[in-house]
């Protein structure tokens, strides 16, 4: 139909969504819901958080908050707009600590992804907390269609950013197609460091 769709909420002190679980709102014609965890704990592993807007709608909003937040083997959160409309914010909150470790068999580590298919311009990317230690991740801001593309923004005390076992770091704003609209800017900030290392090579580009 043509309303808004509902929002999903989980709030428990441990929140695991894992081995290919999926959390997913939809919309069409309206807005899809957002959905929101809040836990001390929350993992990610293998099992996917989405938003998807289809037609008009827009994709609705995604967000984490808990003391420590991991996203483990392949766990993926999205907000995409396959038709005209906007995908969601994806913000990513912890009091304590984000980590990401693991890959899947394809070698693909986790994945923090917002794109669009159509004219909609995209939202921004949040992540933040004291701590952000990555091996090994996947973040998106991407435009297929031809809207622009939002920011992605990192921030902490301390910011380390590496390649895992097998596993990608690339965080990246940008146009994935010719017709494209502008890409938004990436942003680091660290209080205290911010460190790139692996054994292979780091992409963080706009």
């Known amino acids: ?105 394809t070698a693909t580590p986790a994945v923090v992804s917002t794109f669009n298919y159509g004219p909609g311009n995209n939202r921004d990317v949040t992540i933040a907390a004291p701590a952000i230690d990555f091996e090994g991740a996947i973040v998106w801001n991407l435009a297929y269609g031809t809207g622009d593309t939002g920011a992605i923004r990192l921030s902490g005390d301390t910011v380390r950013l590496g390649t895992g076992p097998g596993a990608p770091l690339v965080i990246e704003s940008g146009a994935a197609s010719p017709d494209s609209g502008r890409a938004g800017n990436v942003e680091i900030r660290a209080s205290e460091s911010i460190v790139l290392d692996g054994m292979g090579n780091p992409f963080v580009w706009s």
Not at 8 to 20: E, G, I, Q, S
Not at 45 to 55: D, K, V
């Open 1 to 105: 139909g043509g309303g808004r769709g509902g929002d999903v909420l989980l709030a428990a002190p441990r929140v695991y969504v894992a081995d290919t679980a999926k959390i997913d709102t939809y919309g069409d014609a309206g807005a899809a819901g957002d959905v929101t965890v809040q836990a001390d704990r929350f993992r990610l592993a293998a099992g996917t958080l989405q938003s998807g807007a289809f037609g008009t709608a827009d994709g609705g909003r995604v967000s984490v908050e808990a003391r420590l937040i991991e996203l483990l083997d392949s766990g993926k959160i999205y907000s995409a707009a396959y038709g005209d409309g906007r995908p969601g914010e994806i913000a990513l909150r912890a009091s304590e600590r984000i980590v990401t470790r693991g890959a899947d068999a």
